[in-house]
C-alpha cells in the first residue's frame, strides 16, 4: 500500500489518480455482459441485467463497479443492510475494496508505490472549489467531458423504472455525470464539526449494529456515524454521495473516482477513530 | 443468521454463498419487535405502491425509529415513505428499458433481495 495524500495537496498523486482511473475504465477484459449474467444471476437476489448489446464488454473499472453493485443486492441479517453497507461491515468491506482498487492502479501506472488519494470533504466543501476544474476531477454538474477525466467511460448503471423497480444496465460507453448540491437533503458537504462528532464515539458499533443503532447520550457508535445514518441522515459519507449526485447516487456508485476519493477519506477517518 | 448456523456452513466443504443470502424472511415489511413493561409487540409494516396506477415492485423497510428505507437508494432514510418515493421517482427513466438477458417472467422482477416472493410474511 502507497502512502494516501490529499488530492488537494499532491498534484502528482491527482494526475497519477484520474490517469489511472481512466486506463482501467478503457482496459476491456473480455467478460461480456452477458458473461456476468450467468454467473451473477444464480448468486444474486432479484438479478436483473439488462442491455442492448448482451456482447457488450467489460472494463476493469466496470468489474469493480458490479462488485459494489452485488455485495449491495446480497441482504444480511439487520435492516437497511446488506454485504458492504447499514452493518459493521462497512468499514473493512470498503477498506478491502480501496486497496484491491489501488493494486490495479499501481498496475496500470506501473508505480508500485501509488497511493489512492483522498478527498477531505470536511475542509475542502466548496461547491466551487478547484477540486472540480477539468485539469483535476473534473466539473460537479453535468456530464463531465473536459479534461483528462472526460476520457473515463461508464458502461453499468444502476436505474429506477416504475413497472421494473431497480435494475442494471450495460450501456454505450457514456461519460461520469454529477449533480452537486442539487439535492436538498445534502445542500452542503459535511462539517468537522460533524467528523469530531464521529471521532467522540467510543465504540465501533453498537446494537443492532443496522442503520438504526442507538445507545446512551446519543451515541450510536463510529460506524453508524460515519456511514452517514445518524443522527440524522444522509450524514457523512452518505452525504457526500448524495452531494456529489448523479453517478454517486444508486449501487453503481464505483462509476465516479470520486468515491474512492470519499472512501478513502472515509477510510482515514476511522484509522484516526 | 444466527451465529450456530453460520458456524456449521462455514463448516461445511459444500457451502454455497447463496445459502446465506436470505436471512431476511419477509419480502415486503418490515417487523419491529419489543418488549415493553413485561409484554412483547411486534408491528409490522407493508407498503404498497403505485406509481400512475402501476404497482412499483420493490420494497421500502422501516428501521425502529420510523426512518424509510430503501436499498436502491442506498444513502437515504427519509421520516416518511412519500419523501423515499419522491426521491425514486426523481431517479426514474422515461426511456424504455433494454429486454432483459434472461427474461424473468411474470412481472420481469427476479426474487426479491428481502425475500423469496412478492407477498410472503414479513419477519426478521
Not at chain 2, 27 to 32: E, H, T
Request: aromatic share 8%; proline share 8%.
Amino acid at each position: 500500500m502507497g502512502t494516501r495524500r490529499d488530492v488537494q495537496r499532491a498534484a502528482d498523486d491527482r494526475t497519477g489518480y484520474v490517469q489511472g482511473c481512466v486506463l482501467l475504465s478503457q482496459e476491456l477484459t473480455g467478460v461480456t455482459a452477458r458473461q456476468a449474467d450467468t454467473v451473477l444471476r444464480p448468486v444474486v437476489p432479484g438479478w436483473q441485467l439488462r442491455t442492448d448489446d448482451p456482447e457488450r464488454e467489460l472494463s476493469t473499472w466496470d468489474l469493480f463497479v458490479l462488485w459494489h453493485y452485488v455485495a449491495m443486492n446480497l441482504p444480511t441479517a439487520g435492516r437497511g443492510a446488506n454485504r458492504a453497507h447499514g452493518g459493521p461491515i462497512f468499514l473493512p468491506w470498503h477498506r478491502l475494496f480501496l486497496l484491491r482498487l489501488e493494486q490495479e492502479l499501481q498496475r496500470v501506472l506501473d508505480r508500485a508505490d501509488f497511493g489512492l488519494p483522498y478527498w477531505d470533504w470536511a475542509r475542502d466543501r466548496a461547491v466551487g472549489s478547484t477540486l472540480w476544474q477539468p485539469g483535476r476531477l473534473g466539473r460537479n454538474q453535468g456530464p463531465v467531458t473536459a479534461g483528462a477525466i472526460g476520457a473515463l467511460r461508464v458502461r453499468v448503471t444502476q436505474r429506477f423504472q416504475p413497472t421494473i423497480g431497480g435494475y442494471l444496465e450495460v450501456h454505450a460507453p457514456r461519460p461520469i455525470e454529477r449533480a452537486a448540491g442539487a439535492d436538498p437533503d445534502a445542500a452542503a458537504l459535511p462539517t468537522k464539526r460533524e467528523v469530531a462528532a464521529c471521532l467522540d464515539e467510543t465504540d465501533y458499533d453498537r446494537q443492532p449494529f443496522d442503520i438504526d443503532a442507538t445507545g446512551p447520550s446519543g451515541m450510536v457508535g463510529l460506524r453508524n456515524r460515519l456511514e452517514g445514518w445518524r443522527p440524522v441522515g444522509p450524514a457523512l459519507h452518505n452525504r457526500v454521495h448524495v452531494w456529489v449526485g448523479g453517478d454517486m447516487g444508486p449501487g453503481t456508485s464505483p462509476n465516479d473516482p470520486v468515491f474512492y476519493l470519499n472512501h478513502a477519506n472515509v477510510d482515514r477517518i476511522w484509522r484516526r477513530g | 443468521m444466527q451465529r450456530d448456523r453460520l458456524a456449521i456452513n462455514l463448516g461445511r466443504a459444500d457451502y454455497d454463498v447463496t445459502e446465506g443470502v436470505a436471512v431476511h424472511t419477509g419480502a415486503d415489511g418490515s417487523v419491529r419487535r419489543f418488549t415493553h413493561h413485561g409484554r412483547t409487540v411486534e408491528i409490522e409494516t407493508h407498503y404498497r405502491i403505485t406509481i400512475d396506477g402501476v404497482e412499483f415492485p420493490d420494497h421500502l423497510h422501516v428501521a425502529d425509529n420510523g426512518m424509510v428505507h430503501y436499498h436502491g437508494l442506498p444513502q437515504y432514510s427519509t421520516p416518511s415513505a412519500v419523501d423515499l418515493v419522491r426521491r425514486i421517482v426523481d431517479r426514474m427513466d422515461d426511456a424504455v428499458p433494454p429486454p432483459p438477458i434472461t427474461p424473468t417472467g411474470g412481472d420481469g422482477h427476479g426474487v426479491h433481495p428481502q425475500g423469496p416472493g412478492r407477498r410472503g410474511r414479513a419477519g426478521r
